[in-house]
């Protein structure tokens, strides 16, 4: 079954950088667009950026934009998430999912965002 596990959330302060991973497993991972979503205390799951099956097309949610980039490797079947210049308001559960929809998804990492 479809098997998606994150890492590489911690604490850094604001300014920071950090990289998610997200390794997938049990499905045809190459041909799958691939999204990442977050999740803020209190608040409701909110999409953050997509990459199709080949990584020729991203897209991002504005606040995002230029801060994060979404990136892939095929061969090694892991998503990544490069999230530089972190504000406070990018402190959450950060999800991988298959697909575009938020279903099915890991189990998240933690991005806390402070100084």
């Known amino acids: 079954q479809v098997q998606l596990v994150e890492s590489g959330g911690g604490v850094v302060q604001p300014g920071g950088s950090l990289r998610l991973s997200c390794a997938a497993s049990?499905?045809?991972?190459?041909?799958?667009?691939m999204t990442w979503f977050r999740q803020a205390p209190g608040k409701g799951l909110e999409w953050v950026s997509t990459?199709?099956?080949?990584?020729?097309?991203?897209t991002y949610y504005e606040p995002v934009k230029g801060r994060f980039t979404i990136s892939r490797d095929n061969a090694k079947n892991t998503l990544y998430l490069q999230m530089n210049n972190l504000k406070s308001d990018d402190t959450a559960v950060y999800f991988c999912?298959?697909?575009?929809?938020?279903?099915?998804r890991g189990q998240g990492t933690q991005v806390t965002v402070s100084s």
């Open positions: 049990g499905f045809d991972f190459s041909s799958s667009t």
């Open positions: 999912a298959k697909g575009s929809l938020p279903n099915p």
């Open positions: 990459i199709t099956s080949r990584g020729l097309t991203t």
